[in-house]
């Protein structure tokens, strides 16, 4: 199509040359006037290429980004590349920015400088092949119904200072929160979780590995006790299956490789503060493919509960309340948790079921009931209730 228009203009400015009106070249040509007049006009006897289409892409760009910033995000990109674990995005790029104290660009900004320079992505690790079980995850619907919790260390300063970083993301919004504490103890622990829920509120559902500081080999502990008194109801993943907390460990990932490895730490107090200035960032900042790209604080905020006071906590453990626990059931058709095999009837073996613990069924009555991936009820049993 350009060879076509190439020679209709050369002709046109030809004949025009030779003292044809133009009129009688647009009309034979088939075009106007004015596109006459115009390849006439630019006829260049000097330059070969005068009669083909010149680019109408504007030569200055009125708003584009100055070059002292594009050269320093780009520098950011090049140095947190030679990490081969580090997060490259924008959202890695911006951090490093501010603790430079360098001018932070808005997120498109910097993707439209890594696009401009063909700085492109890492490819991403496939996702962990499911086995086709179905697994009854908690429901999740809203900000608040479900956040993901775990404990990450011990982890060791400049002389030999230990901590524990108490993790929490929720994992409709992605907002995470982040305490650090000087050990793994009961106190320490729900002191963490009643910090978190101070600046976050009080979830639904908070779902915990099999560790220790959540729950013993053979009964449910203080951490446990003061999620009932708040009104949330514990979870614990099948034991051996961490990507069941999947959102949590991708956050410790980027809390211990974007944060804790990053900088120097004068002691626990300096941690603490940086910390909370690295969750407040990762809230606002932070991109999430699984909320349509946007921030944390970008999505829809449910109405909030607030905790009771650590002093208002009634003593001994509440009257009502469910613990739920989700196992696999293997070839043998038991189902174990706090220290019992409990026999499953034939017909599920390799399922996920889940048992949940009512502490509202009276003493004496089955309050373990045991359920299916649809909520059916297979069995019942009973197993000795925290003491009240």
Excluded at 243 to 263: L, Y
Excluded at 303 to 318: F, Q
Aim: proline share 6%; hydrophobic share 40%; glycine share 10%.
């Amino acid at each position: 199509m350009e060879d076509v228009d190439v020679g209709l203009r050369r002709e046109a400015a030809r004949r025009r040359l030779a003292g044809e009106s133009p009129e009688v070249i647009a009309r034979e040509l088939g075009r106007t006037r004015q596109w006459v007049a115009k390849w006439a006009a630019r006829y260049d006897p000097h330059d070969a290429g005068w009669a083909h289409s010149r680019s109408r892409a504007p030569t200055r760009v009125a708003h584009r980004t100055a070059a002292e910033i594009e050269t320093q995000v780009l520098e950011v990109r090049v140095r947190l590349e030679a990490n081969v674990w580090a997060q490259v995005g924008a959202p890695a790029i911006a951090w490093e920015l501010e603790k430079l104290g360098a001018v932070v660009p808005p997120l498109r900004t910097i993707e439209r400088i890594l696009g401009r320079a063909g700085a492109t992505g890492r490819p991403r690790a496939g996702r962990r092949a499911s086995k086709g079980l179905a697994y009854p995850a908690p429901a999740a619907n809203a900000s608040g119904d479900v956040v993901q919790v775990d404990l990450v260390g011990p982890r060791h300063l400049d002389g030999g200072v230990r901590f524990h970083a108490l993790n929490q993301i929720d994992v409709i919004s992605r907002h995470a929160g982040i305490e650090i504490i000087i050990d793994r103890g009961d106190e320490r622990v729900v002191g963490g979780l009643h910090a978190l829920w101070t600046r976050h509120g009080v979830p639904g559902r908070v779902q915990f590995d099999n560790g220790g500081q959540f729950v013993s080999p053979t009964g449910v502990g203080q951490v446990v006790r003061y999620c009932l008194h708040q009104g949330a109801t514990p979870v614990f993943i099948p034991a051996r299956e961490p990507w069941r907390n999947g959102t949590i460990e991708h956050f410790n990932d980027t809390f211990d490789k974007r944060f804790f490895r990053q900088e120097r730490f004068s002691g626990r107090a300096q941690l603490a503060e940086r910390a909370s200035a690295f969750e407040a960032f990762h809230n606002s900042q932070h991109r999430y493919r699984a909320i349509g790209g946007r921030a944390p604080d970008e999505t829809a905020t449910a109405e909030r509960r607030d905790p009771l006071a650590v002093n208002e906590i009634p003593t001994g453990w509440p009257a009502t309340g469910r613990v739920e626990f989700i196992r696999f059931i293997r070839s043998d058709h038991k189902l174990r948790l706090l220290g019992r095999a409990i026999v499953i009837p034939d017909g599920h073996a390799y399922q996920y079921l889940t048992a949940t613990l009512d502490l509202a069924i009276e003493p004496g009555d089955d309050n373990l009931l045991v359920c299916d991936e649809h909520g059916e009820l297979i069995t019942t049993t009973r197993l000795n209730s925290p003491r009240r």
